[in-house]
DNA sequence: CTTGCATCTGTAGTCGCTACAGATGGTAGG
DNA sequence: CCTACCATCTGTAGCGACTACAGATGCAAG
């Protein structure tokens, strides 16, 4: 019999909106725990449910998975980790700065495409002879 | 011996910025053509050029290789293209806009926490706090 | 003759999941 | 008692778009 205070893998999929699936991926990979089973099937505490919120929360802020595992060690230290921490955020926001931009300048020129192709004269497409140069 | 109106591989990924191992895999999966060969290697002519810049440029705006696929063959056919290309083009704009929403939340979130982390208090790192919850 | 260069083929790795296939066990309904 | 369904299990393969080897080949220059 498990205890009430476990969960099974279903239940923190559904409290923390992290698929089953990607659960156990995390599992494999080492980011969570190998929890504890009772009989063939996992069982999480509030702890496990704490560190899987933890790893949704930061990949949200798009840290990659390797940097996801630094963050929760430092977090598990407490301690000295605040400038690492901070680094490791200045580093991924200077990256989705990036990234915005790059999308930016996409997206002006995805929106200058459309617009020509709409003023469409009749020799061709302006949107393909824009690709074609 | 190969006309001086060919390149080889290595002058293709040069005149279009596109590393040889990708143009290798863009023949693999059919993006493309089978390119003549003078012995053992690849040549390519102008119109070969012009086909992988057309993917480059597409590629540089985030179309998926699919749509690009698309995008060339409607190129090629001219005449009655344009409605489908302007829809890609659109299609591909939304997703980029909402790519972008994405990530202005991520640095908004990120700001925020490089910031609190920088007004550091005593009792731990404001920033693993808020991904702590 | 050796060194270096460009090219070749084929395969496996990256990242972060996602999607199966096929097994297992428990409960609920007929 | 049998069947159906449900959640879970393991293990492996696929996605997209490359990238990175390893190991072979052939040619030209020093």
Avoid: H, W
Wanted: proline letters at 4%; a neutral charge.
């Amino acid at each position: 019999m498990a205890p009430s205070s476990t969960i099974p893998i279903g239940e923190l999929s559904r409290l923390t909106g992290c698929n089953i699936e990607t659960i156990r991926y995390y599992e494999r990979i080492g980011i969570l725990p190998v929890p504890v089973r009772y009989g063939r099937f996992r069982r999480y505490d509030s702890a496990g449910v704490r560190r899987l919120s933890f790893v949704r929360r930061a990949r949200e802020l798009g840290f990659p998975l390797d940097t996801v595992r630094t963050l929760l060690l430092l977090a598990e230290g407490g301690g000295q980790s605040c400038d690492q921490a901070r680094q490791m955020a200045e580093s991924q926001l200077a990256d989705v700065i990036a990234k915005r931009a790059d999308l930016d300048r996409m997206a002006a020129v995805l929106g200058d495409l459309v617009e020509a192709c709409g003023a469409g004269d009749a020799g061709g497409c302006a949107l393909l002879e824009a690709l074609s140069d």
